[in-house]
């Protein structure tokens, strides 16, 4: 499927975005965006109305999720792209995932109001309505909307964090766990955003190995999360691992995302798009 604007990465009010699955597709649509996937957070909801809005704009839609899992004692995001939203043992391992977020945003809330930021979590809670579903994302609207910060980046900066004010851990899916449900419901599994992880060499080399192992099958070479530099790292990184590679923005919010949709560089013309033998 050859194709010169795909964005495989976005996110809706499903899970931490702003904007309805519709007005998602909408707003790929008139940057340009060919083939688009949505991508929420441990959530496939937003998927029917996501599709039914791409297809009537023409636009080339690729149903997928985007898993928090643990390694190594650290978050990570593996995307799904391709999926069948209604296999249950996806459905039942992204509600295993979500559970205990609600827990977790207390812990979160308390450690704000020690630091004079108080009723963080039902501020939070306005922004996503559903606890099993409320993130960092929602936490960081809030504090913006309460004066603290200018912006989400500058929360994210001094709160949020590991050794920041309002971080909290919590024990996600397995790699071996999402790599399952993805290929079990016929997606592809892809490394979200590598360069976002704090990671060695020998740390990355190790997860790589197991990813592939395991039935991944692609990295994010270009996406929102990267800078330039980092396009050239996980082009080599793709290269060196024999892995596709993939293209999405991670847009959340207008004025918020690092990229909108469809704004970004092609991949280098050497790598393998995930998308290459697509018919979508």
């Keep these: 499927m050859p194709s010169s604007n795909v964005d495989l990465h976005s996110h809706s009010y499903v899970s931490d975005g702003a904007l309805s699955p519709s007005a ?19 959530e496939v909801d937003g998927i029917p ?3 039914e809005a791409a297809q009537s704009l023409g636009m080339g839609f690729v149903p997928g999720v985007e898993i928090s899992i643990t390694w190594a004692g650290r978050t990570v995001h593996i995307v799904g792209l391709g999926i069948d939203e209604k296999n249950e043992a996806l459905i039942q391992g992204l509600a295993m995932t979500r559970s205990g977020r609600e827990r977790r945003a207390h812990e979160m809330a308390a450690q704000l109001a020690a630091v004079g930021i108080p009723n963080a979590f039902e501020g939070a809670l306005r922004y996503v309505g559903n606890p099993d579903l409320i993130s960092r994302t929602h936490f960081a609207r809030y504090i913006v909307e309460t004066g603290t910060c200018k912006d989400t980046a500058e929360v ?20 071996e766990q999402a790599v399952t449900w993805i290929r079990g419901a016929g ?9 976002r992880y704090d990671f060695n060499d020998l740390e990355r080399d190790v997860f790589l190995n197991e990813f592939k192992r395991l039935g991944g099958t692609g990295v994010e070479v270009i996406t929102g999360s990267h800078t330039p530099d980092e396009y050239e790292i996980y082009a080599r990184v793709a290269r060196q691992y024999g892995l596709l590679a993939s293209r999405g923005s991670d847009f959340h919010a207008p004025g918020e995302s690092r990229v909108d949709l469809g704004r970004l560089p092609p991949l280098p013309a050497d790598l393998k798009p995930v998308w290459s033998d697509w018919k979508v």
């Design 24 to 42: 998602v597709a909408a707003r790929a649509h008139r940057n340009g965006v060919e083939v688009w996937a949505l991508t929420d957070h441990d």
């Design 49 to 51: 109305e996501a599709r």
């Design 156 to 175: 994210f900066a001094n709160y949020l964090i590991e050794g920041k004010p309002g971080y909290v851990p919590h024990r996600w899916a397995t790699l």
């Design 187 to 195: 997606g592809v599994a892809i490394v979200a955003h590598p360069g």
